[in-house]
């Protein structure tokens, strides 16, 4: 048994940056470190891609975006004050990016959507969702996400970037209010209007039972 | 629609936004993203010096949001160029307006002052007739009103190294 844990979970040596506290990392790259960095970007890699990509719903505009929010977050480690954690400061560094690049972009969306994982088709509240719920019993799960990405688009990018954070992110209202640089308040508001109005967009798909 | 309704509505959906979470990139994406990351920053710094844009978004983030504004809102750009427009034909005309006071109150001024004051014999055409015959221009500051005038052929007061060419035809 010990033996297996040993094999699966391999200690982790806090001289090298897979070992290291993210502190460490963090004061490690502001020194230059490119490996400290390296380890802070595959930390936080899935997460920054998976919110710029929601927002986007574009995989080769969120590679760049969560690329470029990656590059900028180094050059400006310098002005990082620790004021709150890096996760946060990187997280806002990449909304930001999000947002100015959607306001250029606006009225010329154009999906390129990732595939749906294998475990989507068996995800019992979805498959829930389709046979029961939906009027259009025979919609499968692709088009319902190209309607789902579409409704999204139709929102404001602080509206959409709510939902993204809290409903597919599941992150607390404390942090997106951190990150998007408002109170709760205000968090709570636009993620009511949000979810009101992609209430409209996709009425046929989620009406009460 | 009451508020449980609302509720129950909202847990739909809910379900529904849960779709996002299965949509994954390609297989192996990740395996490579940081290294694509950090050699790009490396080529940044082995590139040297960053455009001004980039310094500009590291150093002034809030510069950068200002001058975004003009890229996604036309209107503000001519909004910003007429204002600037406005502000600089202004200018020109308070400044034209500021000269003509002066001057009409440089004439008021010499109007008013009696003829035997030093005031009036320095404003005099014969005052600066005088002065211009000198090459030594009177003037209130005290450090360059002793100072001569350079003249096209010199200094002033060096007429004498000029030497009066008179032609006399010799008599035979």
Not at chain 2, 18 to 31: D, Q, S, T, V, W
Not at chain 2, 114 to 124: D, E, I, K, L, R
Not at chain 2, 135 to 152: D, E, F, K, R, Y
Request: glycine share 6%; hydrophobic share 40%; aromatic share 8%.
């Amino acid at each position: 048994m010990s033996m297996i844990m040993s094999e699966t979970a391999p200690i982790q040596d806090s001289n090298t940056p897979a070992g290291m506290l993210e502190g460490d990392l963090v004061k490690s790259a502001r020194k230059g470190d490119l490996d400290a960095y390296d380890e802070l970007v595959k930390r936080y890699q899935e997460r920054i891609y998976a919110t710029v990509y929601h927002m986007t719903s574009n995989h080769e505009d969120a590679n760049d975006i969560a690329q470029e929010a990656f590059i900028k977050a180094f050059q400006a480690l310098k002005s990082f004050r620790g004021g709150s954690s890096f996760y946060t400061w990187l997280y806002r560094i990449a909304v930001n990016k999000t947002i100015n690049f959607l306001k250029q972009r606006r009225n010329k969306n154009h999906f390129s959507l990732n595939d749906l994982d294998f475990n989507a088709e068996h995800d019992p509240d979805l498959v829930a969702l389709i046979s029961d719920k939906t009027p259009h019993r025979e919609i499968g799960l692709s088009e319902l996400q190209k309607k789902l990405n579409e409704a999204l688009m139709q929102l404001s990018e602080p509206h959409r970037m709510v939902v993204v954070l809290h409903d597919v992110q599941g992150q607390s209202h404390e942090e997106i209010a951190e990150i998007m640089d408002c109170n709760i308040g205000t968090v709570r508001s636009r993620l009511f209007y949000a979810r009101q109005q992609l209430q409209g967009y996709l009425a046929e798909y989620a009406k009460p039972a | 629609m009451n508020e449980k309704q609302k509720q129950n509505n909202f847990e739909d959906l809910k379900q529904l936004l849960k779709l996002k979470r299965h949509e994954i990139p390609p297989p192996g994406y990740f395996n490579n993203f940081s290294g694509q990351v950090v050699s790009r920053i490396r080529a940044g710094e082995a590139g040297g010096a960053r455009t001004f844009m980039e310094r500009l978004e590291v150093e002034a983030p809030w510069a950068v949001s200002f001058l975004r504004i003009f890229e996604t809102r036309p209107g503000v750009i001519g909004a910003f160029a007429t204002s600037v427009c406005l502000l600089l034909v202004s200018v020109v005309v308070f400044s034209e307006r500021a000269d003509k006071a002066a001057k009409a109150q440089l004439a008021i001024s010499e109007e008013t002052a009696p003829v035997g004051s030093p005031m009036a014999s320095m404003t005099s055409p014969a005052f600066v007739a005088a002065s211009d015959s000198t090459g030594i221009v009177a003037s209130t500051n005290p450090v360059t009103s002793l100072q001569p005038v350079a003249t096209l052929f010199g200094q002033p007061g060096s007429s004498s190294l000029f030497q009066q060419a008179n032609f006399a035809p010799a008599s035979h």
